[in-house]
């Protein structure tokens, strides 16, 4: 069975950082782009970020571009979202996807920030 | 306000067919595929359609999408309780270099 989990979610204060992790099962995850998608409380999906097979390709939406980076480590088979400078707007359900649009789309459960003082 | 409009709802009685509508540029859904997802109450969405018309396996045949133009659509025939969701388009767009999510729409069954 495919599974993908994230994890590092929680509460922080603005200003500060948090670092999720995005872990897989029944799929390798160096074989695929993925992505980073959030849904703050009550509200629509938003597009956060990428990150292509080997790494050299990543890509950010404008709310997010030079305070988050993705990365991945293909032998733990684990995509990060490292997100500083977190502010009250950052408070969503941060969902991870695996092959987003493709065949083998794999979305995780979420896990939730919370930017507040 | 989303680049994508979709409605933000939409409701028909159970075994009929709703549509849902996608409206985009020429940068984005008059150019590259689109994706519809469905959500679920409490769940993480669910990829039903991809390169615009193109179904995973498992998702039922009543799901179909087209595209016409600038904008995309999804249909959904013999509508089920259990259709009763939250519908998303998606696409890439070149001019900002980035996805974009429609801003969703809520399909009721009455």
């Known amino acids: 069975e495919v599974q993908v989990v994230e994890s590092g979610g929680g509460l922080v204060q603005p200003g500060g950082s948090l670092r999720l992790s995005c872990a897989a099962s029944?799929?390798?995850?160096?074989?695929?782009?993925v992505h980073w998608v959030r849904q703050p409380p009550g509200k629509g999906l938003v597009w956060v970020s990428r990150?292509?097979?080997?790494?050299?390709?990543?890509t950010y939406a404008d709310s997010v571009r030079g305070r988050f980076t993705i990365f991945r480590d293909n032998v733990k088979n684990t995509v990060y979202l490292q997100m500083n400078s977190l502010t009250v707007d950052d408070t969503a359900v941060y969902f991870c996807?695996?092959?987003?649009?493709?065949?083998?789309?794999?979305w995780g459960q979420g896990t939730l920030v919370t930017v507040s003082a | 306000q989303s680049i994508l409009t979709q409605p933000p709802s939409a409701s028909e009685t159970p075994g009929q067919r709703v549509t849902i509508s996608c409206s985009g540029s020429?940068?984005?859904?008059?150019?590259?595929?689109v994706y519809w997802y469905q959500q679920l109450p409490g769940t993480a969405p669910k990829l039903l359609i991809y390169?615009?018309?193109q179904r995973p396996s498992g998702v039922p045949d009543r799901f179909s999408g087209s595209k016409s133009g600038t904008s995309a659509f999804l249909d959904i025939s013999g509508l089920q309780s259990e259709d009763e969701a939250d519908y998303y388009c998606?696409?890439?767009?070149?001019?900002?270099?980035?996805?974009?999510f429609g801003g969703g729409t809520k399909v009721t069954v009455l």
């Open positions: 020429t940068s984005n859904v008059g150019r590259d595929n």
């Open positions: 998606a696409v890439w767009d070149d001019s900002l270099g980035s996805y974009l």
């Open positions: 390169n615009d018309y």
């Open positions: 029944g799929i390798t995850l160096s074989g695929y782009w």
């Open positions: 990150i292509n097979p080997n790494a050299r390709t990543t």
């Open positions: 996807a695996a092959d987003f649009g493709g065949r083998r789309d794999c």
